[in-house]
């Protein structure tokens, strides 16, 4: 008997991913081994989610944990580059399928494997950033999207082929939702949410409390960040990781960090998702007021469009293409001295930056006070003005000479 070829799979537990296990060994006669990915999501043990890909028929499975590489490889340029698709979404999804990905190569290559699949639909970003990924790190890869070709488009259909073909079928009653999430938060969509009028229930998170339910007293913190990178929490020295769990905790509780909004999918429609990133949103409104204080006006405001791009270029699948890097060399560039501390203030659901301090901050005092110290040559201001102004003010006169025409 020749050696069957090797199918390398992002494996979650859930149903689809499961059904992908038993249908590249029936429909594509493959060996499959099943990938699980620790990127800090909410699960009850991923060792059974293990064991349950080798019942399903995966020759191999691995539990790989992420999270620290997650953090020091992908969040740090994504809090270096206030990451916002569309200037509000934190892209958690978009961060960890490269990650991801990369692992799914590596143990391809380990294992031989041509193939790597995954359990996205044809309709959404992630099933274009699995395969970006995957042929940035290695473009000889053939990729198979199962779910993109199986026939099933209801569960009950799914649930019926798995019965039948010895797949398990989750025992507790699927969520209405279809949800992703690890340490830089959660999103939520499909449901009752794909109404855009509903307001998203109260259950849909877990993360966040309400803000009506949020405490009555204001909790404050101080984050600390060196060349662009959170390094503390209240004075005290933690890593990034430490300090977006903490945070996810502090911002979570006090009813932070919740979006709703409709976006633009890459795939071209338009989409109601709900988010919370406690942590992300928090740490990105801390790092721009920080920004603020150290950065050059000519270079902050030409990081704003930097910013939205590199958003974009991640959204769209691309960490590990020429653009994305290119864009990270300018943004590298501005960060060195973005160090000091920022307070912020937690209540009800807001996030406020209350202080900010830093060595390398180039506001001056003298230079901004209206008080005796007051060092703004303000004579010159005059001139300055005649010169800036002159074109707009050349213009000017020429429509008053041609008012009457
Ligand atoms: N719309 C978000 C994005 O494209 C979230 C995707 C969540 N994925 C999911 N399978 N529910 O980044």
Request: net charge negative; hydrophobic share 40%; charged share 25%.
């Amino acid at each position: 008997m020749t050696e069957k070829e090797k199918v390398v799979l992002a494996y979650s537990g859930g149903l689809d991913t499961s059904i992908c296990i038993k249908w590249l060994m029936d429909e594509h006669n493959l060996d499959v081994i099943a990938v699980i990915g620790e990127v800090g999501q909410e699960h009850e043990g991923l060792e059974a989610i293990r064991q349950k890909a080798l019942r399903t028929g995966a020759i191999e499975a691995y539990v790989v944990d992420m999270r620290e590489e997650f953090v020091n490889e992908y969040l740090t340029d994504a809090i270096r580059a206030n990451a916002l698709y569309e200037n509000k979404y934190p892209l958690l999804s978009a961060l960890s399928r490269p990650v991801i990905s990369k692992h799914l190569v590596r143990i391809a290559h380990e294992h031989g494997a041509k193939y790597i699949a995954h359990g996205c639909t044809g309709k959404g970003n992630d099933q274009v950033r699995f395969e970006t990924s995957v042929w940035l790190l290695d473009p000889s890869i053939k990729i198979i999207a199962p779910v993109r070709e199986w026939p099933f488009k209801t569960r009950p259909e799914e649930i019926e082929w798995a019965a039948e073909h010895g797949v398990e079928v989750p025992v507790t009653n699927a969520k209405p939702y279809s949800i992703d999430d690890n340490l830089w938060g959660r999103a939520i969509e499909c449901g009752v949410l794909e109404d855009p009028w509903n307001e998203p229930p109260e259950d849909i998170y877990t993360m966040t409390g309400s803000p009506e339910a949020a405490p009555d007293k204001p909790e404050y913190v101080e984050i600390g960040f060196d060349g662009g990178i959170p390094v503390s929490l209240d004075g005290k020295d933690m890593s990034y990781i430490d300090i977006i769990y903490k945070l996810n905790e502090i911002a979570g509780r006090n009813g932070y960090g919740r979006l709703d909004m409709i976006e633009n999918r890459l795939v071209g429609v338009k989409s109601r998702e709900c988010y919370e990133q406690p942590a992300a949103l928090a740490l990105i409104t801390a790092h721009k007021a920080l920004e603020d204080m150290c950065l050059e006006r000519e270079v902050l405001h030409y990081k704003l469009g930097i910013e939205q791009k590199w958003a974009e270029v991640v959204y769209y699948g691309q960490w590990f293409a020429p653009l994305k890097m290119a864009l990270d060399g300018f943004i590298n560039a501005t960060q060195e001295h973005v160090t000091g501390t920022v307070r912020v203030k937690f209540y009800k659901g807001n996030c406020t930056v209350v202080g900010r301090r830093s060595d390398y901050s180039v506001y001056d005092y003298a230079l901004a006070t209206y008080d005796k110290e007051d060092s703004f040559d303000h004579e010159a201001s005059a001139g300055f003005i005649e010169l800036f102004a002159l074109p707009a003010k050349t213009w000017a006169q020429n429509r008053q000479l041609n008012a009457d025409k």
